[in-house]
């Protein structure tokens, strides 16, 4: 048996997957049957490794989505820079379990300088402890695990040893347009799924007034959740007032950056995110704008000994040095090792890179809303701040969504829909590092098809 065909096979349909990836389908087309190659009755006996892949690679194909490539716009979703490729690939390949040093001491070291690379093209607490999670979800999740143990620890309560049951009421407050993973968090953490809520202006950015009088309606421990990059319109919460109304009343402040963050490594964009090195915790995604493949994220807190408190635990069996394992930092403990790709993607771009792909991002959104604005029966939902745009066709919401099917059907770009202001629309996202102003135009004559085609 040749131990390397079966990776030898799988690097020759990755490269080929990869030079694809401009010009293929963006999303299977109509009535594709994806879980037909992979169905059959259970094995009775093994097959050679490399017919394994072959066979894998053929029941895969049909159903394969191009979220990787230069047009694919839904969602947020970045694709993967050649280095961060080729780390993962390595990461894998290598299989280290990065959560303890001990484990692997390139792995915590990897994490080490690329966490604290991050923290400063971010403008972070330079003194601000950070993990490496999955994504956002559960980057929220440490962040606001941190602020639980903090505020009640503050009110004389040891969450960690006592649970809940007894423990004084936290009062959490969320902007009304906060995204769907804060609720889900807070539901985790056994505060339930519905905070209270502050208003928000147009855009989606909370109130900071708003945000006093619903913290003024009760006394002792708080959590106030603000986000950075409102997912439909891109708008940022004004987080610098929000801390300080946080300040007055002494609660905790988290805030939800999962991609609207990495406007701070821009010079042209940092003013979106004044305010961001005040917060007490953070959470952002490096598999959105940094492009790394997934799942990749950081958390960071300003409070290290409440991340810590929150995160850690202890086993006989488990040797804990002075070093910094990585699994006091986050919920995982047998984890792959994240570090290795941002450390690749950080190497990769430099300060400057990152700044242009962020900015060039946002550029192309922008060309993309500036292409529509003066098609008839089409409107620009949003101020477009950021790499976000919201669109509505006809005022409909039947038209609306025939032509988002359409331009899916065409293959040639994939886009999300939403609910704003309580009407369906179009979001469209740019995070790929690959998307130049060639298939900005591509997509813009294919909206623009779809939304022909549905007016006749």
Known sequence: MDDHAALEAAHRHALAWLDGLRERRVHPGPGVDAAAGFAGPLPEHGEDAAKVVEALVAAAEPGLVASAGPRYFGYVIGGGLPSTVAADQLAVAWDQVAGLEVMSPAAAAAEEVAGAWARELLGVDPEASFGFTTGAQMANFTGLAAGRHGVLARAGWDVERDGLQGAPRVHVVAGAQSHSTIPQALRFLGFGGTPDRAEADGQGRMVPSSLREVLAR???????CAQ????DTGAFDPVEELAQVCRERGAWLH????????????PRLRHLTAGVELADSLATDCHKWLNVPYDSALVFTRDPEAHMAAMTWQAAYVQVGESRDPFRFVPESSRRARGFAVWAAIRELGRSGVAAMVERSCDLARRFADGLRDEPG????????LNQVLVRFDDSDEHTAAVMQGIRDSGEAWVSGTVWDGRPAMRFSVSNWMTTEADIDRTLAAVLAAHRAAVT
């Open 218 to 224: 009760s006394e002792g421990p708080a959590i106030v």
């Open 228 to 231: 950075a990059g409102n997912v």
């Open 255 to 266: 805030v939800d950056g999962a991609f609207g963050l990495w406007a701070a490594a821009s």
């Open 378 to 385: 089409v409107t620009v939902l949003n101020e477009v701040v």
